[in-house]
């Protein structure tokens, strides 16, 4: 979906969603946005949110990001904007920012996965899997044999969503979340058999990462592991936000996306 600010000539922000969740997600911070008069698009990647394909369509990570990188491909000549990935839309926007890095502004890790240029794409989720699985909790993980040649599949457990993910969350999108969320693929047998993203081209786009301190899921120690692997130009911080900073501080993280906005846009 996309919403259109005032007539004025405005930053193109596009806000890209993490594992289970869609558009919908970013509900509140597109409102924020474009009432600052922001030109904002969301999309749903495939298989995610309202886009009707099923996982089993969406074989490989490139797959996946198609409906983003169609957005990008059909932008006009000279036209640049903001990427904002949340969690695993982190890997999202650097595929985007490798392939389309004229475009790209800016690209904004919000407590997302922040590839490097010398490990495969999928090196920094690797890592964070390296803790117990009871971690994870109630989450569902499946399996499926070479010859299904079916992405292996993740779904959110509501446990895992309220305590993890939504601790510092209203009620309110715990239960949208709950109702919402669909099955996904964090893609890693495809992510780790990639090459790394260049220096040339994702390593020349100008890089914030936003540190949400209270993510449980992707917990401060980790976020700022992944700085330290491979530095941005920026690093922001919003002490109260859990995982979905988005609905748990929208307006802290509305004004972190404009000030960012306004410095590299």
């Known amino acids: ?19 289970c969740h869609g558009a919908w997600c970013w509900y509140k911070i597109s ?10 698009t969301v999309p749903d990647l495939a298989a995610a949110g309202i886009d009707e394909r099923r996982l089993e369509e969406v074989p490989t990570f490139a797959d996946y990001n198609e409906p983003l990188l169609e957005i990008l491909r059909s932008l006009p000549a000279g036209e640049r904007v903001m990427l904002v ?3 695993y839309g982190g890997v999202c926007i650097a595929l985007a920012a490798e392939m389309f890095p004229e475009k790209v502004a800016a690209a904004v890790f919000l407590t997302a996965f922040l590839p490097d240029c010398t490990a495969p794409p999928s090196f920094a989720i690797d890592k964070l ?17 070479a010859e299904e040649k079916r992405p292996a599949s993740m ?8 305590s ?87 307006k802290e993280l509305c004004q972190c996306l404009i000030e960012i906005a306004s410095k590299y846009s």
């Open 164 to 250: 993890r993910l939504y601790q510092l969350s209203p009620p309110e999108d715990i239960t949208l979340a709950k109702t919402l969320i669909k099955i996904t693929s964090l893609f890693l047998d495809d992510l780790g058999s990639r090459p790394p993203f260049t220096v040339g081209r994702y390593g020349s786009v100008d890089k914030v990462f936003i540190v949400c301190e209270q993510d449980f899921a992707i917990p401060e120690q980790h976020q700022r592991w992944m700085i330290e692997n491979y530095p941005v130009k920026e690093v922001k911080s919003i002490e109260e936000a859990d995982h979905m900073a988005m609905v748990s501080k929208p």
């Open 31 to 40: 409102t924020l946005l474009t009432s600052a008069g922001y030109r904002v």
């Open 1 to 19: 979906m996309e919403h259109d600010g005032s007539n004025k000539t405005c930053n193109h922000i596009i806000l890209v969603h993490g594992s």
């Open 129 to 145: 899997f390296e803790v117990p699985r009871s971690v994870w909790m109630d989450t569902q993980f499946k399996t499926y044999t």
């Open 155 to 162: 779904l959110f457990g509501p446990q895992f969503l309220e």
């Open 85 to 87: 990935g949340h969690s």
